[in-house]
């Protein structure tokens, strides 16, 4: 997985907990809607980055509990 994404998906996580894959969605969703499809698939990448962070038993979701 790019390193960067990796890096903002967990920062995603920590600071939305269980929201994070879809606030992820919400963005790409919102991308799509004004025709930048190009961030809409990053957005969507990242939403799965995020599904492999909470994945993780070192997840930062749990760090900050």
């Known amino acids: 997985m790019n390193n960067g994404l990796n890096l903002f998906a967990e ?3 920590f600071v ?4 994070a894959e879809s606030e ?3 963005h790409a969703l919102l991308c799509e ?3 930048d499809l190009e961030t809409a698939a ?3 990448h990242l939403q799965g980055a ?3 962070v909470k994945k993780n038993p070192f ?3 749990r760090r900050a509990a």
């Open 11 to 13: 920062a995603l996580v």
């Open 16 to 19: 939305h907990g269980t929201a």
């Open 24 to 26: 992820a969605a919400r």
């Open 33 to 35: 809607k004004m025709g």
């Open 42 to 44: 990053t957005w969507r």
């Open 50 to 52: 995020v599904r492999q």
């Open 59 to 61: 997840c930062p979701e």
